[in-house]
């Protein structure tokens, strides 16, 4: 059974420029999370998608979107980079259940960004 | 404002001995509270979950409590081996959402 997949592992670009993350969730799970965890510091949430909506939203500016598909993926877009956008990418899947709760979370291993 | 505070420095700690962490909050009212294991380079690894109405939650060695009138949990590891070494995360849900907020990691080292 497949856990969390995330791609690429690594990316570098330059300031300005547009990059796209992928995720792919555990199975049976149907909400995607994302988060950015810059070094020495605990993962910061940015928003969370479930039924292809964007259901939360963190304190990230609007250049920071996303987007979930039938089957559960999710891309995570940044737009505009900045040297500060550097940071390891975090996605992490779960189910939705009732009264607000969330299973735990099931994270992949990130995308390590480096924005030049 | 809301914080979740973990104590940021490293805590060394002699192999066969207990390890406890520490996680605060304030401002928070959450429902749930969940400690998670993370190793250079990987993604965060769920370890354990307690809900508000219980006080202490086992597994193997591992063992939490969750306390929300001093609004505090302890996280602890009963005869700690080399291998437990890495950052553990306290998380909680923001209560009325359903996004989990994060603390920034205590880093233990268990030395042999």
């Known amino acids: 059974d497949a856990g969390v997949t995330q791609s690429p592992t690594h990316l570098i670009k330059t300031r300005g420029q547009q990059v796209t993350l992928r995720c792919s969730p555990k199975?049976?799970?149907?909400?995607v999370s994302w988060y950015q965890q810059a070094l020495g510091q605990g993962p910061q949430f940015i928003f969370q998608?479930?039924?292809?909506?964007?259901?939360q939203r963190g304190n990230f500016p609007d250049r920071f979107s996303g987007h979930q598909f039938p089957n559960y993926s999710s891309e995570l877009n940044v737009n505009a980079l900045l040297l500060g956008d550097s940071a390891l990418y975090l996605c992490?899947?779960?189910?939705?259940?009732?009264?607000?709760?969330?299973?735990?979370?099931?994270f992949g291993n990130g995308t390590r960004l480096t924005v030049t | 404002s809301q914080k979740i505070e973990q104590n940021s420095e490293a805590l060394n700690i002699q192999e066969g001995k207990t390890a406890t962490l520490t996680c605060n909050y304030t401002?928070?009212?959450?429902?749930?509270l969940q400690w998670y294991r993370q190793d250079p380079g990987r993604g965060p690894v769920f370890l354990l979950l307690?809900?508000?109405?219980?006080k202490e939650k086992r597994k193997e060695r591992l063992k939490v409590t969750f306390d929300t009138t001093l609004k505090q949990s302890l996280f602890h590891i009963t005869a700690s081996q080399p291998a437990d070494s890495a950052t553990y995360l306290c998380?909680?849900?923001?209560?009325?959402?359903?996004?989990?907020?994060f603390g920034t990691g205590t880093r233990l080292k268990v030395l042999a």
């Open positions: 992490a899947s779960s189910r939705t259940g009732p009264s607000s709760y969330n299973s735990p979370l099931h």
């Open positions: 199975s049976g799970h149907d909400t």
């Open positions: 998608y479930y039924e292809e909506e964007e259901r």
């Open positions: 401002n928070y009212s959450p429902a749930y």
């Open positions: 307690i809900r508000e109405n219980e």
């Open positions: 998380a909680l849900d923001a209560s009325g959402t359903y996004k989990y907020i």
